[in-house]
């Protein structure tokens, strides 16, 4: 039948482990465990409806991805091609479905062309798929709009959205604990306001719960500096957007109140949103040009917020941010459903709870092959929305903000890791230095802030096998980081971000803008130095898309081929930091040091 895809694949049927999925009545109709079992493996038939069924493709040491049939289908095309040199589609039609998979098929979510697809093979093994199954008894309803659908309905439905009292001995669920307030009370004259706010799909409890488990002394530091006056937001981050989150803050915000603000991922967003609304900038009609039609509710809550922040006199004093992404997370919109499984399998891999809310959306959203459009929370995430163009986009009549900003940042180094499954996972879709969620370039922008007594916007990177996205606050270095970032006027181990990070064109945080020394107040003392990296020194990009050297450039060497009768757009990305960034950092000690 035109709506069903048949899948063709070797292995036996298993009961699996359990037949209904999340917290709703979805199940598993059938599933095959890959591979032989004593050497009496058969061919077996999965048959997925379009619009009704989702597939689940489970990947030994990996995730578990969620995906409408026809990306399925399209991902084993590609695996197949890419191994076989044949065509995965057999003569009955039916897709096969190798158990010895070459993870660059996903580069599709990424953009790659058919061609490099099918040349592409991994180069530092094959990854394994351990059983695939069919799932069916989704809603059902044809969803013209995520949002209002009963699966984010349910995800959102996790917190009960508000500000809470915190207090340092303990940090338990928040929703129904009783320590919501409706309105916060007033600091002493001049004194700051702590406020935490989490990320995308999860909620206080979860961000910021290992910290308190395991640096109860650090916990007791914070409490101590802010006179126990630490709160949180806990907030609804699909439908939702930012703005509306801000929004809900201020409202219980006490007149005059001074903001330092704690924020992990999507929650730096909201706090980019707050600080230049309370700034009262970028609120003309030129500035607001970029929300459309389509985001003219957005626009009116961002008035509103502006509005309500100036009538109670709030202003933001000093921000921490942990791996946001201030220029957008590059959301594979074309493959969101594997997108969506790879960030909930990291939720699990970092020990965080998934609810089952999590699996029905997931299922939903592979069901329909859901848009980021459609969730309010998550298009503000991507690098075009109008709401990233406008945090990053400052007029030049615009003053810089004053609030101190403190970035923590973050590169997973994944040759000292023990699965080199999640360097080719994250880049696939990022292609470039990230933490598996955001890519490292996009957490050091935002407003820009003005030069002060700690000296303008700053940044601590953290590089290393134990970096991920949800690592920051159990990470012994980045733990204390946000402490020192949030209590000291100058911390310890940061420094200031350079243009060029700034603007999102490198990830070491540090790059500055190329000078002549002679436009150097000391070049008399500062001789020019050009470092000419070797042929493996220096990255390329292909738009953004980094395809040298990354660790499975292998793949794409296809991508740097000459093109006579085009250009293929291939430019510099920055020298390899691993190998020359220390030296480039130690020379400027001495140095103008002029990158090339």
């Known amino acids: 039948m035109a709506n069903e895809i048949r899948f063709t694949l070797q292995g036996e049927v298993e009961e699996p482990a359990a037949t209904s999925r999340g917290a709703s009545s979805t199940r598993v109709v059938k599933r095959v465990r890959l591979g032989s079992v004593r050497g009496q493996a058969s061919t077996q038939s999965l048959v997925a409806r379009v619009g009704q069924d989702v597939v689940v493709l489970h990947i030994n040491g990996g995730p578990s991805l969620t995906l409408h049939p026809e990306s399925a289908a399209a991902l084993m095309r590609a695996q197949t091609a ?54 069916t008894g989704a809603t059902g309803q ?44 007033a600091a002493p004259a001049g004194q700051p306001l702590l406020v935490l706010i989490h990320g995308t799909f999860v909620d206080t409890t979860s961000t910021f719960g290992k910290f308190w488990a395991q640096y109860p002394q650090r916990v007791r530091d914070l409490f101590s500096f802010y006179g126990n006056r630490v709160y949180a937001l806990d907030h609804r981050t699909m439908g939702d957007s930012p703005i509306t989150n801000a929004l809900q803050l201020v409202r219980a915000l006490p007149a005059g109140a001074v903001l330092h603000l704690l924020t992990h991922s999507r929650g730096g967003v909201v706090a980019e949103v707050l600080a230049r609304a309370c700034a009262q900038q970028g609120l003309d009609d030129d500035s607001l040009s970029g929300f459309s039609a389509a985001h003219a509710a957005e626009r009116a809550d961002l008035l509103t917020l502006a509005d309500v922040c100036k009538q109670k006199n709030i202003s933001v004093q000093r921000m921490l941010r942990v791996a946001c992404p201030a220029r957008g997370t590059l959301l594979a919109s074309g493959r969101l459903d594997a997108y969506l499984s790879v960030l909930r399998w ?95 370039r996009s957490m050091y922008g935002g407003t820009p802030r003005a030069s002060g007594s700690g000296g303008a916007a700053q940044f601590l990177l953290d590089r290393g096998a134990g970096v991920s996205h949800f690592s920051y606050f159990s990470n012994e270095r980045t733990a204390a ?72 450039f292998f ?28 030296l480039a950092e130690y020379l400027r000690g001495t140095h103008e040091v002029i990158v090339f």
């Open 142 to 185: 044809p969803l013209a709009n995520l949002a209002a659908a009963a699966v984010t309905l349910k995800l959102d439905g996790q917190v009960d959205p508000g500000v809470y009292a915190l207090q340092p001995g303990a940090l338990n669920k928040l929703k129904g604990s009783g320590s919501k307030l409706d309105a916060v009370p």
């Open 82 to 135: 890419g191994a076989t040199g044949r065509s995965a589609v057999l003569a009955d039609g039916s897709v096969e479905v190798p158990m010895q998979l070459g993870w660059p098929g996903l580069e599709q979510a990424a953009g790659a062309t058919a061609a490099a697809r099918g040349a592409s093979r991994g180069w530092l093994g094959q990854v394994f798929a351990s059983a695939m199954e069919i799932v």
């Open 481 to 552: 980081a946000v402490v020192a970032g949030l209590t000291q006027a100058r911390p310890e181990g940061f420094a200031a971000i350079g243009p060029l990070s700034w603007q999102g064109d490198d990830a070491s945080g540090s790059r500055a803008a190329r000078t002549v020394p002679s436009l150097v107040a000391d070049a008399a003392q500062r001789p020019a130095l050009i470092y000419l990296p070797g042929v493996l020194g220096s990255n390329l990009k292909s738009g953004d898309r980094r395809i040298w050297l990354s660790l499975n």
């Open 346 to 440: 990291l939720l699990n891999s970092a020990g965080i709870p998934v609810a089952g809310e999590l699996v029905d959306f997931l299922d939903e959203v592979a069901r329909v092959r859901g848009d980021p459009a459609q969730l309010p929370g998550l298009e503000a995430l991507m690098p075009t929305s109008p709401l990233v163009l406008w945090l990053n986009g400052v007029a030049e009549r615009d003053e810089p903000l004053a609030s101190e900003l403190r970035v923590v940042a973050g590169d997973m180094q994944g040759d000292s890791i023990g699965s080199w499954l999640k360097v080719l996972m994250s880049d696939a879709f990022y292609w470039t230095d990230n933490d598996l969620v955001v890519q490292t």
């Open 555 to 582: 793949n794409r060497l296809s991508r740097l081929r000459w093109d006579p009768l085009g250009n293929p757009g291939v430019t510099p990305d920055g020298v390899v930091g691993r190998v020359y960034g220390d």
